[in-house]
């Protein structure tokens, strides 16, 4: 039923083309039985046995068995799939099967006495008698899928005609196809003219056969010499694909020359030949008319044919011969769209699209035709083949009429060449830049006159041949430039020429590939231009302009000098006037802190200064001795807690637990380095906090200082390590300082295989990050030990503010042991502390911050000391506040520890040891400082000699030393200090190295040598001599330790650093007696 309503909308083409002239009535069979007695096989030819066969389902009958009535079916369509089924009322029989088709002929008296049978496609399986004689076998019938052989073997057999009466019965067996039985009815006829019908068609087939493979080649090799147009490659591809068709259709050719191939192989080439010839149409149209289909229109239809194309090659025939029918209306649909397509094309003005369109249209009638013709919804031979054979025609024509047009332009555009050929020429030679071609070895091959002048040649003829790659000044510019143009285009290579023996000249250079299309050699095409004059030009501004930088950068030098130097030397000026003038005890301290404080700056911007000057000059030693670094970190960032809380910010300090205790390194500029960061962090911070963390990366330990100050500009970032620079002119004039601290650092930091690095946004704070790769040494001795503490099942809840101290404790308490919990705010802190012990996992200890938000650390202390179910809890108090009324009024709470941020780890496990009353108190009652501590002086006087010409340094060692308990001796040279050492003993000599009569030099090498003759007076043995000099370069502080000294001291000497020394030299501590 519904293959009627599949082709109602393509019918109409045969009816029109048959519908004018009236068909002659031809004899059909009626119920089995075909009367041809008033049939003249002579004027009317050869018939189709047409009309109801009598079919026996599921029988193999013999000639002369008896025939089943009850069984019977009479019907037109042959095919017995659309037979209903006498044991099955309402349904059709099945594909898979076998029957026996019986028709009775009655002949006419006239009949020839040779008759022959067009025999027809059965599938799959099937025998052929006539008159209980055996005429032709195609396969093997049998009533199981087992022993039933399917083969595609149409044929024509001759009959001997010798009764009135011809009885056909066909055995036939699928269990192969979707469709069963006889797909068309056999032909009757005289023999010798159905034979030679069979003959000329088959003629005519392999005619058209080689035709199309003719064309077909012709096509393939128009493509394979000329691939930017693939309409060729699909054309001939396309006569491929249906030659092959014709040979396994209509006569089949190929299966008579074949007949033992499997019925698999040539069932799939009959559908894939048909399959895939539509989408190589619909890409053949989209070659000649490009841009006139639509892209997602071809896409679905090579995506729907590859879809059926696989069907084919992987499915059985079972299943994918059903696909067969909806593959034909989508052929009709594209058909349709094609002929659109070649319709736009002519009306839009396409050349030759009129020629393609007739073919087209001649061609797809064909189709049309011949899938009415396959679905047996008209009987007619295949008209495909021959109309493919018009439309190649019709390719052909318009071919010939495309190479015509196609020699036509071509002529045209030679003149045009030669036109513009002349006109470049003369550009070319003409330019004054040089142009020239050459190989991939670098040999010329052509020249202009400009060019030919660079290299110092009489004419550009002269240069033909020569070596190119012996012209660059420059050895290896050579193999640089061919290393460059393996990656594409060069441009503005820069090297040096040999224009003579004695001369070169600077050039630049674009190159690019030029392929020659004759030989196919890769050859290049340059442009060279002299810029020699251009280079001196430049050199001369550039030296000009850096002339102009050295002289800018001098008077800012000396402005920025005279700035730095001149504003502490006011004070120290000015305050020593106001000291002059006996001012009130307290001005006067003040005015000596002012001077003090103007003089440290003095010195550390000379400092600075001289550091800057070793960095510079290369002069500067870097140590490489063994170095507590978690020390250095501590009391650095000790040191400058008070300097932050003089601002009210709050100094955090992380050290990962993977970073060496013991390193390899300069210590002194570590800690200078260190300094220099978390100072300028103080410095640029108004409010808020600094974070110095401390990790390890890659083996290189990444110091990190984070502050919340004014951040830096991105365009700023690296400008900041230059000289005499900060971020902007106005922190100049808002923070001052030189900004040498930065340059200073980052030269170290290079100088100890590091990095210095910075990263910040305006208003948004800045990180610093120094980098270096220590290397793990064992610990000094000298080092001091940080006791471990097993904290192991201890509660400790940490409450702070700050997410970074808080993640920092954790860490810390975690790595020993304890179970650490953290809270935010006083008032979450004892919320957690009451739900702790009412939930019987009491904490054993809180770490407290004292300034927090709503609810401070004070006022929580009071509330846990107030609540009877916290009693016995230990309290640490973690502060930034080192005042003695801040610590009064936490021990008035009753707080176990009072703790200065930033924390030491010793002072950390030394207060919670004490806290849980796991060691001992000392005798100062809780204090957890021990560096804190006096000793007591019950030593004789330190025998002290200063040599020293300057009365006012004189004057100020005395002060120094005025209440240590030293025994202070002064020479005024070198001479009196050698006659008082021969008098007396002396425990420690400060020596003055530049001094009037004899230097210290010279005097510590003769002190040296009576000791080495006599051992000193009174055999005191070796005298500790600390050299006392404003001298800080290397070789200088050399030169007094070859000399003898013991020490080098750099002047200014401080109080705090001499008396530092001589409680060194005395084993005492010096700070009681100050």
Known sequence: MMRPILFLPILWVCLACGSEYPQPVTPRAINGTLDLRDYDFHSSGPITLNGDWAFYPHVLLLPGDALPIDTRITADSLAWDSLEDPAHPGRNLPAFGFGTYRL???????????????????????????????????????????????????????????????????????????????????????????????????????????????????????????????????????????????????????????????????????????????????????????????????????????????????????????????????????????????????????????????????????????????????????WTPFAVFLFFFAQATMLALRFTGAFTRSERLARQLRSAERLYRGIFEDASEGVFLFDANGRILTANRSFARMLGADSPGALTGADLKLKFGDPDAWDRL?????????????????????????????????????????????????????????????????????????????????????????????????????????????YMSILQGAGDTLIALIDDVLDLAKVESGNIQLEHIAFDLIELIESTTEMMAPQAFQKSLEVSLRIAPDVPQSVLGDPTRVRQILVNLISNAVKFTETGSILFEVTVNNEEVTFCVIDSGIGIPADKLESIFDAFTQADDSTTRRFGGTGLGLTISRRFAELMGGRLWADSQPMQGSRFYFACPFKTAPLPESAPMVAPIDLQGVRILVIDDMPFNRMMFQEVLTARGAQATTRSSGRSGLVELVRARMSDQPYDLVLLDFHMPDLDGLETARRIRADERLAGLAI??????????????????????????????????RSIALALNRIQRDEQGGSVHPGNQSVGLDHAPLRVLLVEDNVDNQILMKAYLKN??????????????????????????????????????????????????????????HVPIVALTAHTMSDEVEQTLAAGCDVHMPKPVKKKTLLQLIESYAGVNMDSSD
């Open 104 to 382: 009775e002929v009655l002949l006419p008296q006239t009949a020839p006495d040779s008759l022959a049978l067009q025999l027809p496609a059965v599938a799959t399986s099937y025998k052929l008698y006539a008159n209980e004689r055996l005429l032709f076998t195609g396969g093997k019938v049998a009533q199981t899928s087992t022993d039933a052989v399917p083969q595609m073997r149409p044929g024509v057999v001759e009959y001997a005609n010798q009764t009135s009466q011809l009885v056909l019965l066909i055995q036939a067996a699928n269990f192969t196809h979707s469709s069963g039985g006889i797909w068309t009815p056999p032909r009757l006829g005289p023999a010798t003219q159905i034979q030679a019908e069979v003959r000329a068609a088959r003629y005519l087939e392999l005619f058209l056969c080689g035709a199309l493979v003719i064309m077909g080649l012709y096509h393939l090799v128009l493509f394979a010499f000329r691939h930017q147009d693939r309409a060729p490659l699909y054309f001939g591809f396309l006569c491929l694909l249906v030659t092959l068709r014709v040979t396994v259709t209509g006569q089949a050719y190929l299966i008579q020359q074949y007949p033992d191939w499997p019925f698999v192989l040539f069932h799939k080439l009959e559908y894939l030949t048909f399959y895939v010839s539509v989408p190589v149409f619909m890409l053949f149209f989209h070659a000649v008319f490009p841009g006139e289909i639509h892209r997602w229109i071809l896409r679905t239809i090579l995506s729907v044919a590859l879809l059926f194309t696989l069907a084919v090659l992987f499915l059985p025939v079972y299943l994918y011969s059903q696909t067969l029918q909806s593959y034909q209306f989508f052929t009709v649909l594209g058909g349709l769209y094609g002929t659109i397509v070649g319709l736009r094309a002519a009306l839009r003005g396409r050349r030759d699209a009129w020629i393609l369109l007739v073919g087209w249209t001649v061609l797809f009638v064909a189709v049309l035709h011949d899938i009415l013709s396959a679905n047996l919804v008209i009987q007619s031979a295949y």
């Open 482 to 590: 061919r290393a460059d143009l393996a990656h594409g285009p060069v441009w503005d290579f820069q090297t040096r020429i040999l224009q003579s023996k004695d001369r070169t000249i600077e050039v630049t250079l674009n190159a690019h590939f030029a392929p020659d299309e004759r030989n196919n050699r890769p050859r290049y095409q340059g442009m060279m231009l002299d810029i020699s004059e251009k280079l001196r030009l430049e050199q001369l501004r550039i030296a000009r302009d850096a002339a102009e930088a050295s002289s800018r950068a001098k008077s800012q030098f000396l402005a920025n000098m005279s700035h730095e130097i001149r504003t502490p030397m006011n004070a120290i000026i000015g305050m020593a006037e106001l000291l002059a003038e006996n001012p009130e005890p307290a001005d006067r301290n003040r």
């Open 876 to 909: 640490v108090v973690l502060s930034s506040d080192n005042l003695p009324e801040s610590r009064r009024r936490f021990e008035e709470t009753g707080v176990d520890d009072y703790l200065t941020r930033p924390v030491r780890r010793a002072d950390l496990n």
């Open 964 to 1021: 240590a308990p030293v025994e202070l001796h002064i020479a005024g040279n070198g001479l009196e200090a050698l006659e008082m050492y021969e008098q007396h003993a002396f425990d420690l000599i400060l020596m003055d190295m530049q001094m009037p009569l004899m230097d210290g030099y010279e005097a510590t090498r003769r002190i040296r040598r009576a000791e080495a003759e006599t051992g000193g007076p009174k055999h005191s043995g």
